[in-house]
Structures are given as C-alpha cells and as structure tokens.
C-alpha cells in the first residue's frame, strides 16, 4: 500500500513518516508554505528528509492562507508565545497553554491541507495520508485528535473514489514517547525542525522547542539537531 505524509519537518511529521516507512511505500511527500515564519526552513529540512528515504518532495504555496490569518506564525507584527518548561507540564493554569494554541492558531490550516493532499493521493492511487497528529497536542489543538482522524476519514470516503484514510501513527503518544519511536526507527532526526522560527538556530523559547527539549531531556538523550548544529 502507497501513502503521502504531510511533511513539515518537524519532529512529528519525521517520527510519522519514519515509522510509515516500514510498513508501507512512501509514494512522495508535500510540503506547505503558508506564509509561516519557518517556511524556508522547514522547506529546506524537509528537502533533507525526503533525501534520506529517497522521495519526491513538492512544495505547496497558500499564500491566500497567510491574507487571512494573524496567527503569530504568519503575522511577523504580532509575537510568538515563549512558555516555560513549567507551563508545558502542567504546572501553570491551562489559559497559558490556550492563549498560546490561539496564538499560533492559523484558520482551518490541518483541513485545507489534508484536502489537498487527497487530491495528490487518489490522483497517484495512494491509500494513506500520514500525519504526525499526537497525544500531547490534541490536548490544545482539536485538530491533532483521535477524533478529527475519525471525522476526516469520513468526510474522504465521501471524497475521493479510492476512500483515502488519515495515518496518524503517534495519534496516542505523548513528546517523548515520539522521540523514543522515531530513535527506534532510525528517523532523521537531525534534520527536524520543530521551531515556529525561522533562524540558524531554534530559538529554544517558543512552545514547540520547549516541548521538544523537555521530550529529550525526559529519555536522556541529546537532540540530534543541536549537536548537528553545535547548539
């Protein structure tokens, strides 16, 4: 069986497409820039990933997506959320976490994306979409969900003649159980890039660099991308 991951380069979307690969043919990856902060970045990481499985990578613009946002991913004007390790785990009232989720949040984004990859799967006869969805996020933001993999599935049996399906193969994992899997599988770990910025170096502050560092430092293992990067 075929599938296309959605493939940001982030930890998630490596650890997914990682773990895909042993199972299934990758057919080719997409890639989408929104306009966000890290666009280039990402696009360049994941260009890397799609050399180590030896893919295709197509890079998808919606620069209509960024005309209708002021998420802080796109709206340079606007400042990205920096949380605590204390906040990420629990230890601060859950409106920090949620003023950061609605910060970042941009409009429809996982469902405009998931449509266009079912158009590229059914068109290459692809049976999966992969997805790096998770436990630890689908605690704030509704579209990581058990529940919406559930949703789209259904909505594409109706879509697509081929009844393309949502992989989401860390649907019930939290950040370091996800390091811990894509360590497993050898996942290119070292060209994964998690920061809502854009720069050299991730900027270590944001929500999504401080989940990541508190994932490896939680199994005791040294960020393959820092130690790339003499960070």
Known sequence: MKAIPLLSSGLDSVAALSIAAESLEIDMALTF??????????????????EH??????????????????????????????????????????????????????????????????????????????????????????????????????????????????????IELDKPGIVRKALETNAPLEYSWSCYHGGKKPCGSCESCRRRARAFREIGVKDPLLEKLGH
């Open 33 to 50: 820039d929104y306009g966000q902060r890290s666009a280039e970045r990402e696009i360049e990481y994941a260009q890397k990933v799609c």
């Open 53 to 170: 499985f030896g893919i295709e990578q197509q890079v998808i613009k919606l620069d209509w997506l960024a005309g209708i946002t002021s998420s802080s991913l796109v709206n340079r004007d606007a400042e990205v959320p920096e949380l605590s390790f204390e906040d990420i785990s629990g230890g601060a009232p859950a409106e920090i976490t949620e003023a950061s989720a609605k910060a970042v949040w941009v409009p429809n984004r996982n469902g405009v994306m998931l449509n266009i990859a079912a158009s590229f799967a059914e068109s290459r006869d692809c049976e999966y979409l992969i997805v790096g969805f998770n436990g630890e996020e689908a605690g704030t933001f509704p579209d990581n969900s058990l529940d919406y993999v559930r949703a789209v599935d259904e909505c594409l049996s109706y879509s697509t003649q081929n009844g393309v399906k949502v992989l989401a193969p860390l």
